[in-house]
């Protein structure tokens, strides 16, 4: 037995019962914790059985290679991704904490790759892999072959999670890893209705057999070559199956050196992050970019303030981004469905509309910087103002632009004037009822958690966003009127006056909504400081 592989056995051991000390201690920090766990773990095991019966009850049937290789290229994704997003989940992802100690990369890897195997991830994955396995494998040889694909997939399953997590640590551990985190529910969402969207579109194609074709290309790609492998000898093709069988082993040999490869850089080369964002910082700061083309004085500085806060600060960045996907997929994919209609565009409007609720909370305890600057009314409209110009610099063309996209999709230009008339005047109205909620039902963005709304301000902040959406909705009932009327009368030559009417409708109401907020705002600035720095 060569030196590295005695090393890989006697780490391997100690590493397992480090993971295994870190899980029990993570467990005794608290009762709530330890509930959570337990029930995530019941859960997750229990929706791995049903998922391994529903497999095995696939057996036999026509789709059954078609369903188990794509369920494994889309374990073999999560695997990829999940790391990325949740990198706090498993605290020997950051192979930084072993620079220290005197380790090779060679048996460090073994070690690792080992203990990565002991989970609640691991074992759903086997559950599923295993499942597919059996619906898949008739005769001996196929069985036999079984017997390494499921352990072969699971482990180029790890690696693959592994070997991302290891060539991104440096990212994972910095802010922009933090703000990867944020955004990872935006990301689970959008999958979810990209899922929804295709199972929509299975049922309309007459079923699964519409997906042979993606499996078919699959089945060759690992891990889901694997399991294609399975299927392969089961036909009889065993020529086939040692090549699929044999590029899930090239690919976890590749996926190991890769992740050999990244913990030799990381433990032999300093994080030059710090000085890469200095150098950023020095960049930015000397050049003009977006300062030039914003006006001058106060209006210019707030509005680049806001969007620096935009891009910078984690949360605010997760909900501008939430806003621009959300606002753009429910049109666009209610119009793939074929049973959208422009009017869906104005979802884009309101639901961009809503970052100018709570304003001041997203300043957290920053915002003494902006009650220092405020002394009169004439003061706290400019800075409402000027941040509601600093939220129209993109919600106006966004809107116009998720407006023309969706009329396009369904060939139907001619109701996109009164659809962006009816959507300027709902993005006036949020701007107006979002000042008036900023300065009247501030609370607190907590930024040491996922959580938006600090502990016991939950009915202020529902209060500010529904009932703000309530009045905008209101607000915007007589141009709705207006709209119907033209319609149901049978005028639609005149439709197109909406448009117009729309745009100065939305100017005026936001107007008027800025001159009620800014009286406020100026005489309640240290109730506005108390609520938005208690979190």
């Known amino acids: 037995m060569t030196a590295p592989s005695q090393g890989a056995a006697a780490l391997t051991p100690v590493f397992v019962r480090l993971k295994l000390s870190l899980l029990r201690n993570g467990l005794r920090q608290s009762g709530g914790r330890r509930a959570a766990y337990i029930t995530s773990a019941v859960l997750a095991l229990l929706f791995a059985a049903l998922q391994l019966l529903g497999l095995i009850a696939l057996r036999g049937n026509d789709h059954a290679a078609t369903v188990t290789v794509l369920l494994v290229a889309l374990m073999a994704l999560g695997w990829t991704v999940m790391p990325l997003f949740f990198p706090s989940g498993d605290e020997t992802l950051d192979p930084t904490r072993l620079v220290m100690l005197p380790l090779r990369p060679q048996p460090l890897v073994g070690a690792l790759l080992v203990t990565s195997l002991v989970g609640i991830g691991p074992l759903f994955t086997l559950c599923l892999i295993l499942g597919s396995a059996i619906a898949l494998a008739h ?136 000085l890469a964002a200095s150098g950023a910082s020095r960049k930015e700061s000397s050049g003009r970019g977006l300062t030039s083309l914003l006006p001058e004085g106060r209006t210019g500085t707030v509005m680049l303030r ?46 961009l509309g809503m970052q100018m609720y709570n ?6 305890s920053a915002f003494w910087m902006v009650l220092l600057s405020i002394s009169s009314t004439r003061e706290a409209y400019l800075e409402l103002r000027a941040r509601a110009f600093a939220l129209l610099l993109v919600t106006l063309p966004y809107t116009v632009l998720v407006a023309a996209v969706t009329a396009g999709m369904l060939g139907d230009w001619s109701k996109l004037p009164e659809v962006v008339g009816l959507a300027l005047a709902l993005l006036g109205a949020m701007l107006a009822t979002g000042s008036v909620a900023s300065a009247t039902l501030a609370y607190a963005i907590p930024q040491d958690s996922r959580r938006n709304v600090a502990p016991g301000q939950g009915g202020i902040a529902a209060l500010s966003i529904f009932g703000g959406m309530l009045v905008s909705a209101l607000l915007c009932a007589p141009l709705i009127a207006l709209t119907i009327w033209l319609h149901v009368s049978g005028q639609h030559g005149a439709l197109w006056l909406l448009l117009p009417l729309g745009a100065g409708y939305g100017g005026l109401v936001c107007w008027a909504g800025l001159r009620v907020a800014a009286p406020r705002t100026a005489s309640h600035l240290p109730e506005i400081l108390t609520a938005v720095s208690s979190g």
């Open 139 to 274: 005769g001996v040889g196929a069985t036999v072959i079984a017997v390494v694909a499921v352990p072969l997939a699971l482990l180029v399953c790890v690696a693959l999670a592994r070997a991302v997590a290891a060539a991104n640590t440096r990212l994972l551990t910095s802010r922009k890893g933090r703000d990867l985190a944020v955004l990872s529910g935006l990301v689970i969402a959008i999958g979810f209705q990209f899922v929804n969207f295709g199972a929509q579109r299975l049922g309309d194609s007459g079923g699964l057999s519409a997906l042979d074709p993606a499996a078919d290309v699959v089945r060759w790609l690992p891990p889901a070559s694997a399991i294609g492998a399975v299927g392969s000898a089961s036909e009889g093709a065993y020529g086939r199956a040692a090549a699929q069988l044999l590029l899930s082993m090239v690919a976890l040999g590749l996926l190991l050196f890769a992740w050999q490869r990244s913990l030799v850089k990381l433990m032999t080369t300093p994080d030059g992050s710090t």
């Open 306 to 351: 806001t969007l620096r806060y935009a891009w910078r600060d984690p949360k605010t960045k997760a909900a501008w981004i939430t806003s621009l996907a959300i606002g753009l997929i429910v049109p666009v994919f209610n119009a793939l469905q074929g049973h959208g209609t422009v009017y869906f565009a104005c979802f884009a409007a309101g639901m």
């Open 359 to 364: 304003q001041f909370g997203q300043d957290t």
